[in-house]
């Protein structure tokens, strides 16, 4: 279990997020279906995208279908912090994370031709997954570009924090409630889900759905 095993021993091994974050930037295609459910046109993963100036997504992966991209923000909290403290409430790093997307959401709104003129350049020059060459222009087969101001762009967000094996059943309820659509909030269980679906890939089973999960 190539992937899944690295995974657990690096979070065994560290606290926060960076070692999370410095693993995924190695295994772009973990981030990709973590928050992808169909494969698309084009995919693209960044890492540290910067958006303004005070702004910066620890992930985004950028993909496109006839006529629509969508563009998934991800944010990483820890993966050994609370999630739902004892009172049914967000924790304080949660709750900082969801105040964040909101500044993110109306950044987006307020400024839309500067961000997909940023978003698009990186794709072009850092793109992390590979599937087009650096230098390649955003475009998906339609024709649509991802830094044109009319092209139809779906913005998503996710918030990953805490462990799954911290959470009981009502914790998860109160966590899913505080999703709230454009955002999702999931803990490092999604993501240890997609790397063994990868492994399985890997191995050569077949009827395998990378992503398939617990959560989503």
Known sequence: MKYYDELERILSESKGERAASAFLSQHPNIVRWAVCWTGGHNAFVL???PFGSQFKADFVVATSYSGV????LI?????DDKVITKDGLPSNRLNKAIT?????????????VS?????????????????????????????????????HIRLKYYIFI??????????????????????TIFTYGRIFDIARNM??????????RLTESEEG
Request: overall charge negative.
């Open 47 to 49: 890492k540290e995208f």
């Open 75 to 79: 944010e990483l909290e820890p993966h």
């Open 162 to 183: 805490g462990s799954r094996a911290n959470i009981d059943k009502e914790q998860r309820k109160r966590m899913n409630q505080f999703s709230d659509h454009p955002l």
């Open 100 to 112: 964040q997307i909101k500044d993110w959401q109306e950044y987006i709104k307020q400024n839309p």
């Open 115 to 151: 961000f997909r003129q940023d978003l698009a350049n990186w794709c072009t020059k850092r793109d992390l997954l590979g599937f087009q060459e650096l230098g390649s222009v955003p475009i998906n087969n339609t024709g649509d570009y991802l830094s044109a101001p009319d092209t």
């Open 199 to 208: 492994d399985r890939v890997d191995m050569g089973e077949s009827g395998v």
């Open 69 to 72: 991209w969508e563009v998934h």
